[in-house]
């Protein structure tokens, strides 16, 4: 079973726009993770924030969470054709990490 | 670093066939775990491991054997291949608060 699911599943945006890609969750939570998966290769974690954060940022992202709705979001700002790839959101912690489904982000030039 | 290193990267099996795929990480990690990844299915856990010596079965563990010999490898199994276990295999380790993934393993079973 997924604990998170993103929404949309695909979001396709022209270059220098902004990008929302939101994961809902179910049970509580202590952290939550998001990963870049590039077309053919392995996940990459961008970043995580606990359950007592409510926003974080990393150079052009931004992640908020809001445990009582239990959805996190990210954002990308001014993106770039390099942002294209699927991102996926992941709670749970290390017996048991378990991923969402993905959005499908295409960057067009 | 290598990081964690999968090997191979493509592989085609005929049913019934038996292979092994090999996970090696360098970063002296405690935890390993082996994903497969479907379209429209997400990351799935097949196996994990907590340390040298042992493994746990995870969601879907079915067709699958693991082995932890070495702490540095993990190794997944597959017995009697089936044409439902083609999929994309990743092996990732844990440093105790985010996952490092291989590049993955694309598997074909005919």
């Known amino acids: 079973s997924q604990q998170g699911e993103e929404d949309p599943q695909a979001l396709s945006i022209q270059e220098g726009e902004n990008a929302t890609m939101n994961c809902s969750y179910k049970?509580?939570?202590?952290?939550l993770q998001w990963y870049r998966q590039n077309s053919g290769r392995g996940l990459v974690h961008l970043i995580l924030?606990?359950?007592?954060?409510r926003e974080k940022h990393s150079g052009r992202l931004r992640v908020t969470l809001d445990t009582s709705k239990k959805s996190s979001s990210l954002l990308i700002t001014a993106s770039r054709a390099a942002d294209t790839a699927s991102y996926f959101c992941?709670?749970?912690?290390?017996?048991?990490?378990?991923f969402g489904q993905g959005t499908r982000l295409t960057i067009n030039p | 670093n290598a990081g964690v290193t999968q090997t191979p990267k493509f592989r085609v099996l005929k049913t019934g066939q038996s292979m092994t795929l090999l996970c090696a990480q360098d970063?002296?990690?405690?935890?390993m775990y082996w994903y497969r990844q479907d379209p429209g299915m997400g990351l799935r856990l097949i196996h994990y491991?907590?340390?040298?010596?042992?493994?746990a079965k995870g969601e879907v563990p079915d067709g699958y054997n693991v082995s932890r010999l070495k702490k540095q490898n993990f190794l997944l199994g597959l017995e009697s291949a089936a044409p439902s276990q083609t999929s994309v295999y990743f092996c990732?380790?844990?440093?105790?608060?985010?996952?490092?993934f291989g590049s993955g393993t694309q598997l074909s079973v005919l």
């Open positions: 491991s907590v340390g040298e010596g042992t493994t």
């Open positions: 990732a380790s844990w440093d105790g608060e985010k996952l490092f």
């Open positions: 049970t509580s939570i202590n952290n």
């Open positions: 924030i606990r359950s007592n954060e």
């Open positions: 992941a709670t749970g912690g290390a017996q048991k990490l378990v």
């Open positions: 970063m002296n990690h405690e935890y």
